[in-house]
């Protein structure tokens, strides 16, 4: 059978109905296009001089581009059973080379383009394999490597031949034809004729006469002369501008891979095949026939849904291979006309199955009523970015096949075509489908490089399970189509969250005065000198507790905790929770305009601050009292009483960016804290924590409860910037066992000082997408340290995630985000927040105990984001986090990209929208973009382009003030603008 390659049959339904149909709507469509500017005929012998076609060029260029990597030979491999004449073969197969100038082209490189060259006919060799010295149940395999070998070896086009063909003899009347053609001299409809032509040349030789064909009227180059002058000469301009407008701003499909993407393709491929069977072609026929489709726009558009479920994206383009001879005169020219249409569909706005199809029916009737612009034309008119590992603007094929190979007829032979699997692949993924009238079946061949083959085998089984749902009910939203079946469904929404452990129902002071009886004389804190004992720790914030308490602290009272890191802010947030408030914690390199708005946004009862805060210009003009850390902790103040504080309360309210320019609060409850510190992955690992985060950061909680209710040590490092070698320092001088480290500091130690990693035992890492070379050199560098990678939104309170690497697991090339922490539920859903298939792209959502309350005084943005959980018990919710990811084969979590504009930057989360809102406010802004930009060195900044208002010069002092008050200059330094 022939490979099928992606260029080489038209695609259509093929049966008599529905082509008749689809060719009326096509003549239509091509006559309202050319109305009043026929073509002129092709002429024979228009020019000495030989040109390259448009498709010979690109097939050259695609050749060079990927220095002869397999994949454009056009193999087949025929049964041939009876007494064959080898000899007759071979020279009916010589006089097709012979008449077929394509066949012995060849193309020398001029200025760096493809110059044809016809070489002069010769006898095609055809050299006899006999397998028979080998046993019998081995001749067929090696029959198959044989052609397989065939179908791999190089082509060279400068120097020819670009037709190869063998006979394996396996018994003396049975034998197996190997023929390979290079794509750049053939196409599916040139096969079809070379096999017709061998067939009638065969039966002449055998009746003792010379081959008899009829003269063909033109030759290809006179073909590709004639394509360039309509070119040349403006005939395609019309069909130009519609192929502009209708693939303007397309953005090429990124299916989600296995692996990621080689810098080169390798034409690697391997296949899987699968039939529809009787009831569901029958019911999909009848569906197109009564949306005036179709069976092959009827396959289309399911297909395309799916690829929509597995990537995300409502806008979706396959390409789709054409015969291209829409001229009389080149009918029975073998050569390479074959085009490629690029056929786009809007499956926004959630349509029905039936509405999708009659999107798709329109789109490839207009498809192919603008199929004479060649593809190579489109491509340099578009200009998408070109690169050796991807095709220009369509990723995936979707085609019918047919056997060209019908058309041999070998006196006394039954050839029949035999199935051997080449394993090439020119695209990501290629569909072929053949309907026959009497069944449907297909095949998809996938590129090895990207997927497994159990990944292929899945999606078929989504796309079958699609089709049989929309041909019950084409009125069903496409969104509403299940494509999971009920084992997938127990394995991504039950067995992977199997995370459930029993939590304690207790308050955090509760939980560490628990922890204080275990261990009174443990050190807990230790800090530039100071080092306090669980006991010490304790009866300071006890103190704390009853000065706040008198200052009327009362239940969920918001304390705004101004202060540097040290442990007097371990004291505060200790007695801020004894006192039964909640503690807001801000951070001093914030400008005092931003302070106060939050203060005021908590409705704030106290600000907590130190004597190194104290200078703080919002401590001057506070709208809330203040009161000094170190004097209200001081002996022989009051303590502050004992009131039952539930699990459910709000221990802290910690901000991030927001999308209205308004900064959002987020609501942590006790509980919430409770699951983070109490998870059963912590270990001993986590004796000796380093605290050196922002206590704004939620990476602070993990470094102060971790350790402090499992009786652990917090070691806070000194205020101020912590560059390698002082982290390396204190990893020494405090034994530190772990850290966590945000992306762009891991990434940072490991190039400057791995051996930091070394003498701890774990390392947690996370907040921005992961380096493969950093994970990979820590693991080789340091071999007995856990490097844990993780994930968590502020809203799921620190960390929803994790994943230990190893060598092992970083061989496919990718960092995971993980599985879910205990207690976790992870979700992966489309926009009908239905689950998505293993390996398809979705919205990340997060169940169980780590879900915040919601936004502090926004009870719409809490409704939007925090959702009932529909796959959890009653009355449990879920947080959409706007991170779109998908599930591998073993069930880790990749992070794939966003729904909007938020970024992370140094771990930390900043909506673009809110920057832009603050410059705006301006006077002499009027508009304001702001981008991510990344410099040669991997640095992240944002850079700010801005246009001024009306008779106002933008001074760029004044908009970095606007910046100051939207970020921290500890988040982004230096940030640019334009």
């Known amino acids: 059978m022939s490979a099928q390659q992606p260029e080489q049959s038209a695609p259509g339904d093929h049966r008599a109905a529905a082509r008749q149909l689809l060719e009326r709507r096509i003549r239509a469509a091509r006559e309202g296009a050319t109305a009043g500017s026929a073509p002129a005929r092709i002429a024979r012998g228009r020019s000495a001089e030989p040109v390259a076609s448009f498709a010979q060029e690109r097939m050259w260029l695609v050749d060079h581009l990927l220095d002869g990597a397999p994949g454009y030979a056009v193999p087949t491999v025929l049964r041939l059973r009876g007494p064959l004449d080898a000899d007759a073969f071979q020279q009916s197969l010589t006089e097709v080379v012979r008449r077929h100038l394509a066949l012995r082209t060849v193309f020398e490189e001029r200025d760096g383009r493809p110059h044809p060259v016809v070489l002069p006919a010769q006898t095609v060799p055809l050299p006899i394999v006999d397998l028979r010295e080998l046993p019998s149940a081995q001749r067929e395999p090696r029959a198959a490597e044989l052609a397989r070998e065939a179908a791999r070896t190089r082509f060279d086009l400068s120097a020819g031949p670009l037709l190869r063909a063998s006979l394996l003899r396996i018994e003396d009347e049975h034998h197996l034809l190997v023929l390979v053609v290079h794509h750049i001299a053939t196409d599916g409809w040139s096969m079809a004729l070379l096999w017709k032509e061998l067939g009638n040349g065969y039966r002449s030789l055998l009746h003792g006469r010379p081959p008899e064909h009829p003269d063909l009227p033109v030759r290809y180059e006179d073909y590709a002369h004639w394509q360039r002058e309509r070119s040349a000469h403006g005939e395609l301009d019309g069909q130009l501008r519609f192929w502009e407008e209708r693939l303007a701003d397309l953005v090429p499909l990124e299916l989600p891979t296995d692996r990621p993407r080689p810098a080169r393709r390798t034409g690697r491929g391997g296949s899987v095949e699968f039939a529809l069977d009787a009831e569901l072609a029958t019911g999909l026929r009848t569906l197109a026939e009564r949306c005036g489709a179709t069976m092959f726009m009827t396959l289309l558009a399911g297909f395309q849904a799916v690829l929509a479920r597995y990537t995300g994206r409502h806008d979706v383009a396959v390409g789709t291979p054409i015969a291209g001879r829409d001229r009389e005169e080149v009918e029975d020219l073998i050569g390479f006309f074959a085009n490629t249409l690029v056929l786009r569909t809007d499956l926004s706005g959630d349509p029905s199955f039936a509405d999708l199809l009659g999107r798709v029916r329109q789109v490839t009737v207009e498809a192919y009523g603008h199929q004479e612009v060649p593809f190579d034309r489109l491509v340099e008119r578009l200009r998408p970015e070109r690169s050796p590992n991807r095709n220009p603007l369509v990723q995936v094929m979707f085609a019918a096949a047919e056997d060209e190979t019908a058309t041999l007829d070998l006196p006394g032979i039954d050839a029949e075509p035999v199935d051997v699997d080449f394993q090439v692949s020119l695209f990501d993924l290629t569909v072929f489908v053949t309907d026959t009238g009497s069944q449907v079946t297909g095949s998809v061949t996938f590129d090895r490089d990207l997927f497994d083959h159990d990944t292929a085998q899945r999606l078929i089984g989504h796309y079958l399970r699609f089709l049989a ?24 929404l039950a067995r992977w969250n199997d995370t459930a452990r029993e939590l304690p129902s207790a308050s955090l002071p509760d939980l560490f005065t628990a922890q204080v009886l275990r261990t009174p004389d443990a050190v807990a804190v230790e800090c530039a000198g100071t080092c306090w004992t669980y006991a010490e720790l304790d009866a300071r914030a006890d103190r704390l507790a009853g000065r706040l308490a008198a200052a009327g602290v009362r239940t969920e009272s918001a304390v705004g905790l101004l202060l540097e890191r040290s442990a007097d802010l371990v004291v505060a947030v200790l007695a801020v929770l004894k006192a039964g408030g909640t503690y807001v914690p801000l951070n001093g390199r914030f400008p005092a305009e931003r302070l106060r708005g939050l203060l005021e946004q908590v409705d704030a009862a106290l600000l907590i601050t130190d004597c190194a805060s104290s200078a703080h210009p919002v401590v001057g003009a506070c709208p809330v009292p203040v009161i000094d850390v170190a004097a209200a902790g001081a002996p022989g103040g009051p ?70 209710l499992s009786g652990g040590r917090v070691v806070l490092a000194p205020p101020g910037h912590l560059d390698t070698a002082a982290l390396q320092r204190l990893v020494r001088e405090h034994r530190i066992t772990s850290v966590f480290l945000t992306t762009a500091l891991f990434n940072l130690v490991v190039e400057e000082r791995v051996e930091i990693l070394a003498g701890l035992q774990e390392v947690w890492t996370g907040g921005e997408a992961a ?35 190893d060598a092992a697991s970083l061989a496919d090339g990718r960092v995971p985000i993980g599985s879910p922490m205990d207690n976790t539920r992870l979700y992966v859903l489309g926009t009908g927040l239905e689950p998505v298939p293993l390996g398809a792209v979705g919205e990340l959502c997060v169940a169980g105990a780590g879900v915040a309350r919601g936004y502090l005084g926004s009870g719409a943005a809490t409704a939007r984001r925090f959702l009932p959980d529909p796959f959890g018990s009653p009355g449990t919710r879920m947080y959409r986090t706007g991170d779109l990811v998908r599930r591998r084969a073993d069930g880790n979590v990749e992070f794939v990209g966003r729904v909007d504009g938020q970024v992370k930057i140094r771990g930390f989360r900043i909506e673009l929208a809110e920057i832009e809102a603050v410059l705006v406010r301006c006077p002499e802004v009027s508009q304001a973009v702001v981008v991510v930009h990344e410099d040669g060195d991997g640095d992240r900044r944002l850079v700010a382009y801005v246009v001024g208002a009306v008779g106002a010069a933008v001074d760029p002092d004044v908009v970095r003030g606007g910046l100051a008050v939207a970020l921290p200059d500890y988040m982004v330094p230096g940030a640019l603008v334009v």
């Open 771 to 805: 380096s493969l070379t950093a994970f990979r050199r820590a693991v080789e560098t340091c071999p007995d340290t856990v490097v844990t990678h993780v994930y968590g939104p502020t809203e799921t309170t620190t960390f929803a995630t994790r994943w230990k690497a």
């Open 639 to 708: 303590t502050a009483p004992r009131t039952p504080c539930p699990p459910e309360q709000a221990a802290y309210v910690m901000f991030t960016s927001g999308t209205t320019g308004v900064p959002k609060g987020i609501v942590v409850t006790h509980a919430n804290v409770a699951a983070l510190a109490l998870d059963s992955g912590w270990g001993p690992a986590h004796r000796t924590v380093l605290a050196h985060s922002p206590h704004s950061f939620d990476a602070f909680t993990y470094e102060m409860w971790v350790p402090l």
């Open 469 to 492: 749902q929309v041909a019950a009910d084409p009125g069903r939203p496409v969104s509403d189509v299940g494509l999971l079946d009920p084992a997938e469904q127990e394995q991504v």
